[in-house]
């Protein structure tokens, strides 16, 4: 069965910085997806970001960019240049190809201090 | 389009007594699902649907049922409800053709069972 870890239930960061999030997973599959969603108190889920497994480069989507080691099962989030309305709950997801079925970490809350 | 929409926003419940979460997308997906998100366990899937007629159970599915009469409603019925259902109920969309395709989420229901 697949896993989803964030070992970081909170965050904080200045406005302007730059944040990193930190998910880890386990899988014996080897074609997949990866998700990063963000939950702002409006309880809304946000689709951040996604990656391919098979896609050796980075996804980017805009000041957001993820860090994916498929050999270590590691797909970080950075977050540049932090905006007070980044302040959200932020999930990591993941699918195995032609499931459909998300499996998410247990979230990272962050806050974006001015 | 209206999206992913789910009624009500709010409920508030007593032990043993029933009720259904409606569902309802207009972006004609053959896919949709119920997941519940608890405190410190991020989002966990209730039930899915591959299409009007077919539905599956996810990794917490009991007591929840679900049926698919049509392709834009999936409503979450809850026959006898207990304490350990309250959480938040999230339901979401997505087509099956494209597996990185986005899943869309409705705004969710926040259950309390008393």
């Known amino acids: 069965a697949q896993t989803v870890t964030q070992s970081q239930p909170e965050m904080s960061v200045q406005e302007a910085e730059t944040v990193t999030l930190s998910c880890t997973y386990d899988t014996s599959e080897n074609n997949y997806y990866l998700f990063w969603y963000k939950q702002p108190p409006s309880r809304q889920m946000i689709l951040v970001i996604r990656?391919?497994?098979?896609?050796?480069q980075n996804a980017t989507e805009n000041r957001f960019s993820v860090n994916f080691q498929k050999a270590a099962k590691s797909f970080s989030l950075k977050i540049s240049d932090s905006q007070l309305g980044d302040t959200a709950m932020y999930f990591c997801a993941f699918m195995k190809q032609s499931s459909y079925k998300l499996i998410f970490g247990s979230g990272t809350r962050l806050l974006v201090r001015p | 389009n209206a999206g992913v929409t789910q009624t009500p926003k709010f409920q508030v419940l007593k032990t043993g007594q029933s009720m259904t979460l409606q569902c309802a997308q207009d972006?004609?997906?053959?896919?949709m699902s119920w997941y519940r998100q608890d405190p410190g366990m991020g989002l966990r899937l209730i039930h899915y649907?591959?299409?009007?007629?077919?539905?599956d159970q996810g990794e917490v599915p009991n007591g929840y049922n679900v049926s698919r009469s049509t392709t834009e409603d999936f409503p979450l019925r809850l026959l006898s409800a207990a304490p350990s259902q309250t959480s938040v109920y999230f339901c979401?969309?997505?087509?099956?053709?494209?597996?990185?395709?986005?899943?869309?989420f409705g705004p969710g229901t926040r259950l309390t069972v008393l």
């Open positions: 990656q391919e497994a098979y896609k050796q």
């Open positions: 979401a969309s997505r087509g099956l053709a494209g597996d990185a395709n986005e899943q869309f």
């Open positions: 972006m004609n997906h053959e896919y």
């Open positions: 649907s591959v299409g009007a007629g077919i539905t």
